[in-house]
């Protein structure tokens, strides 16, 4: 099963997301998922919403038996945007590292559908700023399969190049529609009883699973006097918010709010870097479950 | 008031207050011409004579630049401040006349007060204001418009005022400008910042004269270069140092003990040479000591002396109040760090103990100035030596004191990120033009060799980022305009320039507060060391214990705590390294058969270290190996500073891992270097050579982490990074990209960027400290003691107990990520839940 090649993939990238579903889940707990050239190690996977569910250290998301990939918060083109709005010079380099790593994330699984949680482009005007060879290798790694944009707060209607907006459905039918690769720009997707989107819903009950990004995790842990950060998967009975994928991306501690809140008190956090290392959330003096702050007092 | 007014103005003594002799050179008339009538008759009715520097200067008023060197409590800064006084005295009222600039805030406070008394008695007309951090923004815009006479402020609110396109009508007027603690200034990139901005100011009031203020330096020529416009030379006034010092080193009952920095041992007689004193000034070189110390004085202080604590992690408040405290003559002893280097004249402080070594004798001589405000009176000082070596330190200081051997180290060439951000500076101030510009830095004294190709690699940084990769037009934060100046893309842009302003990095910090979220804030800890703090344990602070109750976003909340052994804070502040000088007398101190002055447990030591292996000559390298507790000790006396044995210690270890010796280890201290290895190192010549180090040191360097540390302050300092972001409370902490990242995005995609070379030449002067390393090989050239014995030395024995050891660990630390990672899955009862694949 491993090793497939291109041109395979194309043949069946033609199939309906419903056949795509409905293959046999081909991974068994303990074993890395087919279709993966990730190192040992690389891999974390579980049982989340009855389906096993990998984590990778890359920072994206795979769903082996619906051979769907998804990544949130790339922020391209985010050094172009401080340097229009804030004069910020940052070396620009941090669109083209992402889409490397991407495309090295992407040959390895072979994904029939890849669903970007939202924040794709640091801003509408930064998906139309792509340098030419970055939107080249993006077009080339879309080709083939699905490709989600769900829309995020940073770019509501990118990329530029999708079709309608709107609030859908699983999309059925012609998934390659003529030169455009992109599938849809949607505000959130539906797959089963799982439903992608780019920020976790406000209200406390999620029906089904609810996967999605925006608030970049991050993972603290110290040991020796050593402290080391690193952007990590949060992972509930119900949500799974993704570390972001994005080069140049701050991010926020899994112990400040709101993420108390919509992971509740038993949630796993998966380090990504090196190894996808998962550790319990575990915050020091964190009164759990209840909002800690009214407002912006304090500090 | 009065006290403090007569100590800033102190001129000779009332006569009815002369103690022993008064020593007075004879070659200067007591009244002299120069001074005004008005002047003549205000020092006659205070009973005051001029000190000769004070008439002197007065003489050089006109001159473009002139250094003052005197001793604290000379009457430093009236003789800085007489003839503008004397020019006020009748034309006040037409625009800013005399800028005085200071490093201190409070101390441009505490002038300004102290002025105020002359002025009022002198009936003279002027009126002097503060601009610093603390003045409200009204008074800010109104002094831009209507300026003082006089105006005090920093360094840093002098560049602010700069990026003001008022400034050039502002300046105009300006006819002198005064530099106080000039030495404390030019040993840092806010020398480099003041000088440019003196540059600056010449141009806009080019009569302007400047006035230097220094404490004791070795170096007054290499002081004026960097105080006078290049590359003019400055007129230099050396006044009567006073008496010399009395200087001693403690003895103790018992001998202080093998190795360690706290000299705890020593607490009950330092405390009873507070009991004697007046008022002392307790000196520790780190902030953590002087916390440790502070506690272990308050635990012995049963006659409950008034003893406070001051260093720079304690809260603005804490220090006020230890500050008012010492000038209402509250206290008997401070127990400090640098931060009271400089700053507010305390005239009862009759006696400086230093703890620890001082590591460099010109900053020695300066702390005890600090001692005895009053010009005629030797000030008085006790050494401590915290541990045996610094006993043979500690004498050596002495004598180097005593011989006025000073060893400040010559002033680098100015840092090319404040020349960045001088230039964003000047764009926020209007357009500009490069060539005139260039010229302008080329005469502030740093600057001086300024090439033409480095100051356009700086302006291409500020205009585009000066990337390999060409961007779209926006890309640029400044652009020519078709006359050929320079000016800001986006006006708007000046307001985040203004609050990036200034050249000082501290780590991160985070404040901690007494109790819940409005409590009261005691002081500010490492973020690194906050990260290590789990609920309930304890630290001190303040000299008090807390406990660490939670981390609210950017604030650390504790408790009072009664638990007995806290664990410390840990500050990494500035570690200064011994400095040359003294380490070749503490080598020179050791061929003496009997060195003079050092007691008898240390001299059978260093007898005993003679029999057994050999003692450290100048010239040469001693290096002994010896087997401890089946591992091989091999022992460096490098006498190159803690920072530098710290980079030979990585350096040899990775040399020594590459040949199969297995280290495990290393220690540093100031005058040596430990390795642990697996297998004993035989042939010491050729692993301690230089061209060894220097293979593969540029890729070592390269991914070090020390680079980047110093990647971010450049970073911060050229205005790559913004730490304050308009219209927000926060710091740029959680919005802006990890320093860490650009680092290795650079390195990654153009291993030559400006910004990168800066951060070496950086490094490789601060933490790296290679230039003490090639010192060291230029000082023992290749000639190698190489002593091998069957035991531990007698000089390597207290390193074998030093704290601090660095382990060799191979991917230590992902390896160290996974064993906690899966503790804690299984302190949470998880792994059976879920699993990973590998």
């Given at each position: 099963m491993t090793g497939r090649s291109k041109e395979s993939t194309r043949d069946r990238s033609a199939r309906t997301a419903k056949a795509t579903a409905s293959r046999p889940p081909a991974s068994r707990h303990g074993r890395t998922p087919p279709g993966t050239r990730l190192a040992p190690g690389r891999v974390y996977d579980f049982t989340w919403q009855s389906e096993t569910i990998a984590a990778l250290a890359d920072g994206g998301l795979w769903w082996p038996a619906r051979r769907l990939l998804a990544i949130a918060d790339l922020h391209l083109g985010r050094s172009g945007r401080l340097a229009r709005t804030r004069g910020?010079?940052?070396?620009?380099?941090?669109?083209?590292?992402?889409?490397?790593?991407?495309?090295?994330?992407?040959?390895?699984?072979?994904?029939?559908?890849?669903?970007?949680?939202?924040?794709?482009?640091?801003?509408?005007?930064?998906?139309?700023?792509?340098?030419?060879?970055?939107?080249?290798?993006?077009?080339?790694?879309?080709?083939?399969?699905?490709?989600?944009?769900?829309?995020?707060?940073?770019?509501?209607?990118?990329?530029?190049?999708?079709?309608?907006?709107g609030e859908r459905q699983e999309p059925t039918g012609d998934i390659n529609a003529g030169d455009r690769p992109w599938t849809a720009r949607l505000d959130r997707f539906v797959s089963g009883s799982i439903v992608f989107r780019h920020i976790a819903s406000a209200e406390a009950k999620v029906t089904g699973g609810e996967i999605s990004g925006h608030f970049h995790p991050k993972h603290r842990l110290s040991s020796r006097g050593v402290r080391i950060t690193r952007p990590c998967f949060l992972v509930s009975d119900r949500r799974i918010i993704l570390p972001a994928f994005g080069h140049y991306t701050g991010g926020l501690d899994c112990c400040e709010p709101p993420f108390p809140d919509l992971i509740g008190p038993r949630a796993i956090a998966i380090l990504t870097g090196t190894k996808a290392l998962p550790v319990p959330v575990r915050c020091p003096g964190a009164r759990i479950g209840r909002n800690p702050r009214s407002g912006r007092g304090g500090s | 008031m009065a006290r403090s007014a007569r100590a800033i103005l102190s001129a000779a003594p009332d006569p009815d207050n002369v103690s022993g002799t008064r020593e007075c050179r004879d070659d200067t008339p007591p009244r002299t011409p120069e001074l005004s009538e008005t002047f003549a008759a205000w020092f006659a009715r205070r009973g005051w004579t001029p000190h000769p520097h004070q008439t002197q200067l007065l003489d050089a008023a006109n001159d473009p630049a002139v250094l003052l060197v005197a001793p604290t409590g000379g009457g430093k800064t009236l003789a800085g401040f007489l003839p503008t006084l004397m020019e006020l005295e009748s034309t006040s009222g037409t625009g800013l006349h005399t800028l005085y600039v200071s490093p201190l805030k409070a101390l441009a406070s505490d002038v300004r007060r102290n002025l105020l008394q002359p002025v009022r008695e002198l009936g003279l007309d002027i009126r002097i204001e503060t601009r610093t951090g603390d003045t409200a923004p009204g008074v800010k815009r109104r002094q831009r418009i209507d300026p003082p006479d006089l105006l005090l402020t920093t360094p840093e609110s002098l560049a602010l005022l700069l990026s003001h396109a008022e400034s050039s009508r502002l300046f105009a007027s300006l006819r002198r400008v005064i530099v106080d603690e000039i030495h404390a200034l030019a040993e840092s990139r806010r020398g480099d910042q003041l000088a440019l901005a003196l540059?600056?100011?010449?141009?806009?009031?080019?009569?302007?004269?400047?006035?230097?203020?220094?404490?004791?330096?070795?170096?007054?020529?290499?002081?004026?270069?960097?105080?006078?416009?290049?590359?003019?030379d400055c007129r230099l006034l050396l006044a009567d140092p006073g008496p010399p010092p009395r200087i001693s080193v403690l003895r103790t009952e018992g001998p202080p003990p093998w190795s360690g920095a706290g000299a705890l041992y020593a607490v009950p007689a330092v405390l009873e040479e507070i009991r004697k004193a007046r008022t002392a000034l307790v000196f520790i070189n780190t902030r953590a000591q002087s916390e440790v110390f502070f506690h272990a004085l308050w635990k012995e202080n049963s006659g409950n002396l008034p003893i406070a604590i001051h260093h720079g992690a304690l809260s603005r408040e804490a220090r006020?109040?230890?500050?008012?405290?010492?000038?209402?003559?509250?206290?008997?002893?401070?127990?400090?760090?640098?931060?009271?280097?400089?700053?507010?004249?305390?005239?009862?402080v009759d006696l400086v103990i230093q703890v620890g070594t001082p590591k460099n004798i010109q900053r020695l001589i300066q702390r005890i100035g600090r001692s005895n405000h009053r010009y005629d009176a030797p000030s008085r000082a006790i050494l401590v030596p915290a541990n045996r070596f610094e006993v043979i330190e500690c004498q050596a200081a002495l004598e180097a004191a005593a011989a006025h051997e000073l060893d400040g180290e010559a002033r680098g060439a100015g840092a090319g990120d404040v020349l960045c951000q001088h230039i964003l500076i000047r764009a926020a101030a209007g357009p500009f033009d490069a060539d005139a510009l260039y010229q302008e830095s080329r005469k502030a004294g740093p600057y001086r060799?300024?090439?033409?190709?480095?100051?356009?690699?700086?302006?291409?940084?500020?205009?585009?980022?000066?990337?390999?990769?060409?961007?779209?037009?926006?890309?640029?934060?400044?652009?020519?305009?078709?006359?050929?100046?320079?000016?800001?893309?986006?006006?708007?842009?000046?307001?985040?320039?203004?609050?990036?302003?200034?050249?000082?990095?501290?780590?991160?910090?985070?404040?901690?507060?007494?109790?819940?979220?409005?409590?009261?804030?005691?002081?500010?800890?490492e973020e690194a060391f906050a990260a290590t703090l789990s609920s309930g344990d304890t630290f001190l602070m303040g000299g008090r214990i807390v406990r660490f109750d939670r981390l609210r976003e950017t604030t650390v909340e504790v408790s009072p705590s009664s638990h007995a052994r806290p664990k410390v804070a840990v500050f990494s502040g500035t570690k200064f390294s011994t400095s040359i000088r003294l380490c070749n007398r503490v080598i020179a101190l050791l061929q003496h058969d009997r060195p003079p002055g050092i007691p008898p447990h240390t001299l059978s030591w260093i007898q005993l270290q003679r029999e057994v292996s050999k003692l450290p000559r100048p010239g040469r390298l001693l290096v002994e190996s010896f087997p401890h507790r089946k591992t091989a000790c091999t022992c460096i006396y490098g006498f190159a500073g803690k920072n530098a044995h710290q980079t030979l210690g990585l350096l040899l270890t990775r040399r020594m891992e590459a040949t199969g010796l297995q280290p495990i280890g290393f220690v540093t201290t100031d005058h040596a270097l430990l390795i642990w290895s697996l297998d004993p190192v035989n042939d010491a010549g050729t692993l301690i050579s230089l061209a060894g180090i220097r293979t593969g040191f540029d890729d070592w360097l390269a991914g070090n982490a020390v680079m980047k540390r110093s990647f971010r302050n450049v970073a911060i300092i050229s205005g790559l990074i913004e730490r304050n972001l308009p219209g927000s409370r926060k710091t740029g902490r959680q919005t802006t990209v990890s320093s860490d990242l650009l680092y290795d995005t650079l390195r990654k995609y153009q291993p030559d960027h400006m910004l990168l070379r800066l951060t070496r030449e950086e490094a490789m002067r601060g933490i790296v400290d290679f230039a003490r390393i090639e010192e060291m090989f230029a000082r023992n050239r290749s000639r190698i003691d190489h002593v091998m014995t069957n035991q531990v030395t007698p000089f390597a024995a207290p390193l074998l107990l030093e704290v601090g050891r660095v382990p060799i660990v191979a991917g230590g630390v992902e390896r160290m990520l996974q064993e906690k990672a899966e503790a804690l899955m299984t302190e949470a009862g998880l792994d059976m839940i879920s699993r990973a694949s590998r």
């Open positions: 910020l010079l940052l070396p620009p380099w941090e669109t083209p590292e992402t889409i490397e790593r991407l495309t090295v994330l992407i040959d390895a699984l072979d994904p029939a559908t890849v669903v970007c949680l939202g924040d794709s482009f640091d801003d509408d005007a930064a998906a139309r700023e792509l340098r030419k060879e970055d939107r080249t290798a993006l077009l080339e790694m879309a080709t083939g399969r699905r490709w989600i944009w769900v829309a995020g707060n940073h770019d509501p209607a990118c990329p530029a190049t999708a079709r309608s907006s | 540059a600056r100011l010449q141009v806009l009031s080019p009569g302007m004269k400047r006035i230097g203020l220094s404490a004791t330096v070795s170096d007054a020529a290499d002081l004026g270069r960097f105080l006078a416009a290049a590359p003019r006020d109040r230890v500050e008012a405290a010492m000038v209402a003559g509250q206290l008997r002893a401070i127990v400090c760090t640098g931060t009271l280097d400089l700053g507010i004249d305390w005239g009862d060799d300024l090439t033409r190709e480095t100051f356009n690699a700086c302006l291409e940084f500020c205009a585009t980022g000066g990337y390999a990769l060409r961007r779209y037009d926006r890309w640029q934060r400044l652009k020519q305009r078709p006359d050929g100046q320079w000016q800001l893309r986006d006006p708007r842009r000046a307001r985040s320039i203004r609050m990036n302003i200034g050249t000082i990095i501290e780590e991160e910090m985070l404040g901690v507060r007494m109790g819940r979220r409005y409590g009261k804030p005691i002081g500010r800890v």
